[in-house]
Antibody
């Protein structure tokens, strides 16, 4: 059974960067295409990007291109999402999500979420 | 990029009601659609993938149908634990957009 454990809440100043981690257990990160989804308070789910097995690379949503970097440390089975140039509208819960790739991907596994607050 | 539009944005229903939620894609996406349920303060959970296949462990009162540009999530007999927000998601890369969500509230 896949489990995803995320890092804790963060408070950041506008303009700063935040790096959220997602530790995988039960499987190795190499077996799972990791994605990141965020949810602003009272709003819907917003896909930020992730590893696309068909493309063979990490794809970022156009909205975040240039500001987001998603990386993986396969030695520790930990995925990271770093968002730079934070603004108030980046305040949200950030989730890592993944599933088993078999030619089709559904996010069957989610982290518990990491709350990012942006405040001066 | 594919845009997904859900309707309605919210609905009120009673326990035992049949509920239908629609997700329309801006262009044909074949069967590449997932449905998720999210309860307040919780991470989303997968309900249905590939348009109509029930995720393991999901009660059979949930069903999905459709292909191309129009998809439907049905709940045959609404239970108290089903009051939540439901999202559709485009399931073929590289841009895996979500619909805006449909909140199912108690009538």
């Amino acid at each position: 059974q896949v489990q995803l454990k995320q890092s804790g809440a963060e408070v950041k100043m506008p303009g700063a960067s935040v790096k959220v981690s997602c530790k995988v257990s039960g499987y190795t990160l190499s077996e799972l295409p990791m994605h990141w989804v965020r949810q602003a308070p009272g709003k819907g789910l917003e896909w930020m990007g992730g590893f696309d097995p068909e493309e063979g690379e990490t794809i970022y949503a156009r909205k975040f291109q240039g500001r987001v970097t998603m990386t993986e440390d396969k030695s520790t089975d930990t995925a990271y999402m770093e968002l730079s140039g934070l603004r108030s509208e980046d305040a949200a819960v950030y989730y890592c999500a993944t599933g088993h790739w078999s030619g089709y991907l559904v996010f069957a596994y989610w982290g518990q979420g990491s709350l990012v607050t942006v405040s001066s | 990029d594919i845009q997904l539009t859900q309707s309605p944005s919210s609905l009120s229903a009673s326990v035992g009601d049949r509920v239908s939620i629609t997700c329309r894609a801006s262009q044909s996406i074949s069967f590449y659609l997932n449905w998720y349920q999210q309860k307040p303060g919780r991470a989303p959970e997968a309900l249905i993938y590939a348009g109509s296949t029930l995720q393991s462990g999901v009660p059979p009162r949930f069903s999905g149908s459709g292909s191309g540009t129009a998809f439907t999530l049905n709940i045959s007999s609404l239970q108290p634990e089903d009051f939540a927000t439901y999202y559709c998601q485009f399931a073929k890369g590289p841009h895996r957009t979500f619909g805006q969500g449909t909140k199912v509230e108690i009538k």
